[in-house]
Structures are given as C-alpha cells and as structure tokens.
C-alpha cells in the first residue's frame, strides 16, 4: 500500500489509533517524524508537526506509542526507524546539536512495555559540506552531516504465559 493511501498520512496517529480495537494489529513498522527546534526548517514547513522542546516530542511519542502497545498483538514486533537528529538552537553553526533519538525511543518504547530485541545501524553515507572545509574555522566550525539511521526492533511481551495461537490453525 502506498503511505499517500494510509489513514495515518493526513491524520494524528495519536488520535487513530485509538479507533483500532485492542491486539488487532500483527506488525508494525514506522518512522516516526524527527525532531527540529528550528521553527523554519523543512520538517516544520512541509508537515504540521511541532514542537517546541524536546520533552514535548516525548510526550506525543509517547502517547502514540502507548497506543501502538495496545492495538498490537502479543508476541508481535514493533519497528522504528530513526536517524540522528541534527537541530538549531539558534541561527549559528555552534549551536547546533545532535540528539541521539535511538536510545530516547529504545527508553520510552521499554517504559511503556515493550522488550528491546535488537538494534541495525546504517550508515547512510552522508558527508560534511565540503566548502566548510576551506574555512579558516575548519575543525571548530565544521557538524557532520546527520549519517546513521537506526532501525530498533521491539517485541510485545505482554502475557508471557498464553501461548502464542498458530497463524495457520489458530
């Protein structure tokens, strides 16, 4: 299915989740819009989402994914793909700082309920400007480009103990 045709392209997953009846889900696999204090930049034109620090992106990850936790059947993976966020504070190079989100979603996803499983790294190969090298504040001036994507991997554990019904025969 092309994500244009998904229910969650246009509307608040926060909110449609909520609509899906309890362990209804099998899979799911998302990349969660990233993080940027930075009112203009491209996250903040092209979507609605905002926020204004980082606790409050927590929040709403949070609430989205408590309801990810109940609309997903026991003993069903839950994967998240996200990228070491880059973001301004301010207009200047040096205030500029990268958030490890990784580890943020690996604690909130685990606190909510799910069990960590493992963890992909991918190095998408992304380079620093090469004009920022010639400048006379080369090492001091210079923030890598964002270049690694995480691919988390989470089961549901919910009730250890009911075995798991066969897909087949059920």
Known sequence: MMI???RFFTE???DKLSDLDE???DLVVT???SYSEDRYSKEYLDHSYCWDSLSDYLEYMERVFTEVYRVLKNQ???IITVGDTNTFYGKRQWEKKTYPLAAHFINLLEWIGFTYVSEYTLDKGGKALTDKCRSAYYPFMLS???SNEHVLIFVKKGDIDKPVPCPRCG
Do not use: F, K, T
């Open 4 to 6: 244009e045709n998904s």
């Open 76 to 78: 069903h993976y839950c």
């Open 144 to 146: 890598p480009v964002s």
């Open 31 to 33: 990349a969660p819009p």
């Open 23 to 25: 362990g209804s889900i």
């Open 12 to 14: 608040d997953p926060a």
